[in-house]
């Protein structure tokens, strides 16, 4: 497959001066200029859990990864309503949800392979600042688990079931609550226009991203999980 979009120079980090259009569509039906284009990893480094790979806008993909095929999911859903119905096929048990005064409801994903390696996404422009974070938006009138659900598809292109509660996390202008979860289908090449790359990254290497504070809070709770001794 050719791509559009440059290869850059810097290991999954933007080129010099490389401009392109996403591929998908903003919410307005508007193209996105994507300013500084991200760098694609080779195809060999999704099959070694000890690497990071990443992937941009409709590029190269391995036809499965630990059993899960990735494949374009061709009918998601298009209404609120069909993702609580979707979300429910794998709720999860978890504590109150009790934002404080002035914060908004939000809700993230994070998404873990069987070999241990996490997906990561890297915002369009880094909006937001973020260079690279976890998929999460604000709950606009979902549930926090269908908003969850949402944002791994929105922005990873992912379809996931949720599999726990992990952490809730103060942001400069939401509370957020992390579920962890799976992927079950979907491709991370049909990520929506709010990412520019995807990325999965060995749990390992978290640590060494340059991730925003509350992201390494995310982090902290992913590694307290893993090491219940602590």
């Known amino acids: 497959m050719t791509s559009?979009?440059?290869?850059g120079i810097s290991k999954y980090g933007f080129s010099k001066g490389v401009a392109c259009v996403h591929p998908q569509l903003d919410d307005d039906g508007k193209q996105v200029t994507i300013l500084r284009s991200s760098t694609p990893s080779s195809l060999s480094t999704w099959s070694d859990p000890d690497c990071s790979a990443a992937v941009i806008?409709?590029?190269d993909m391995p036809f499965v990864l630990n059993g899960v095929p990735f494949q374009t999911w061709k009918d998601p859903p298009s209404r609120a309503q069909d993702w609580e119905v979707l979300a429910q096929a794998s709720t999860v048990d978890e504590p109150a949800f009790d934002p404080p005064e002035g914060l908004a409801?939000?809700?993230?994903?994070?998404?873990?392979e069987p070999d241990g390696r996490i997906w990561l996404v890297?915002?369009?422009?880094q909006f937001g600042g973020y260079e690279i974070t976890f998929p999460k938006g604000r709950t606009d009138g979902k549930s926090l688990q269908a908003t969850a659900v949402t944002e791994a598809?929105?922005?990873c292109g992912l379809r996931v079931r949720l599999l726990r509660h992990l952490v809730d996390v103060k942001r400069s202008t939401t509370y957020t609550r992390y579920y962890l979860a799976e992927r079950v289908g979907g491709t991370p090449a049909a990520m929506g226009w709010e990412s520019q790359c995807v990325l999965l990254t060995p749990r390992s290497l978290l640590g060494t991203l340059r991730l925003l504070t509350p992201d390494t809070s995310v982090v902290q709770a992913l590694t307290t999980l893993s090491n219940p001794q602590h």
């Open 57 to 59: 806008p409709d590029g």
């Open 105 to 112: 409801s939000a809700a993230g994903v994070v998404i873990q």
């Open 4 to 7: 559009k979009f440059s290869s």
């Open 122 to 125: 890297c915002p369009t422009n």
């Open 153 to 155: 598809f929105e922005e």
